[in-house]
């Protein structure tokens, strides 16, 4: 078969194991940085050209797009779906998981646990939506930041206050969330591919740092899913759309809360942490996908 890896940098580590996992497998895989890309639209059908040719023959395709570069990303994959070309993370269902708004809100229509979240149009009354979230300490979350970035945990009233007040005065928009304070600091990552978790670790963050994110120094552990977690894993993937995504959960005392679904999650974390080979796995959903393997 041939794979195209869309990703705009060959030498990550996620780009890496994945060209090494296909060619192990009989594959060719080529790696496209969908920038790159133009995509043509026309009557005699839908086409890519790529930096001096067009892209043709592709059986699969595995997006590896940035946030930053969502709206064009998500165009080319599209694009590669206009052709029949399979892909391993649908446009949409990387859309849904972009958007934290959109993507807590199908969750939620699921009846799967979350934090309890509020989001107002720069709403002046800052109690009312702290109280509606379960009063102090709450999560401050910008809607477009990643890995960490722009998430303020407000210990009081008035940090509250301040923090969405600065926010709103810079017409950023912000979702208040619930602080889980049995998770101390610790989340779970599942990895799941084609309706099964493939590898599960548990993140904690550094001493005094309530986000557990590995790019923040936080450190990681394999952990052995309860049944009721695996389940919530596999169900919010489905939710948003995604065939491999990375589902961020805080274990409560009312269970598994999922913080958000991931539609390009890293595979070096969760692979040197478990010692699975998870690019294996999203290789063989592609040979399950592809009818007409060559």
């Not at 699969?60 to 709206?71: C, H």
């Not at 807590?104 to 979350?114: A, F, T, V, Y």
């Not at 936080?218 to 977690?229: N, V």
């Amino acid at each position: 078969m041939k794979i195209a890896i869309l990703s705009r940098n060959a030498s990550l580590y996620s780009t890496r194991r994945l060209v090494e996992a296909a060619q192990k497998r009989g594959h060719e895989a080529q790696v496209i940085d969908h920038l790159m890309c133009n995509i043509e639209i026309e009557q005699k059908g839908p086409s890519i050209y790529y930096k001096d040719r067009y892209l043709e023959d592709f059986d699969a395709v595995i997006p590896r797009i940035g946030a930053s570069v969502t709206f064009y990303g998500t165009a080319v994959v599209r694009q590669f779906e206009m052709m029949e070309v399979f892909s391993v993370v649908g446009s949409r269902g990387i859309v849904h998981s972009r958007d934290k708004l959109r993507c807590l809100q199908m969750l939620s229509k699921e009846r799967i646990g979350l934090p309890k979240t509020v989001f107002t149009n720069y709403s002046r009354n800052v109690e009312h939506v702290v109280e509606s979230a379960g009063g102090v300490p709450v999560v401050l979350k910008l809607l477009e930041g990643t890995q960490g970035l722009g998430v303020v945990l407000a210990e009081n009233q008035n940090a509250a206050q301040s923090v969405l007040e600065a926010f709103n005065g810079l017409k950023a928009r912000v979702i208040v969330q619930e602080f889980i304070r049995e998770a101390k600091g610790a989340d779970i990552r599942a990895f799941v591919v084609d309706g099964e978790v493939v590898g599960a670790m548990k993140r904690q963050g550094k001493e005094g740092e309530f986000r557990s994110n590995l790019h923040r120094g936080g450190s990681s552990r394999i952990i052995e899913l309860t049944d009721q977690e695996r389940y919530v894993a596999i169900r919010a993937a489905k939710a948003v759309g995604l065939g491999v995504a990375g589902v961020d959960m805080l274990q409560s005392e009312r269970g598994p809360l999922v913080l958000e679904v991931n539609s390009s999650p890293g595979l070096e974390g969760i692979e040197k942490t478990t010692q699975s080979d998870i690019a294996d796995k999203i290789i063989q959903y592609i040979e399950r996908n592809v009818k007409n393997n060559h």
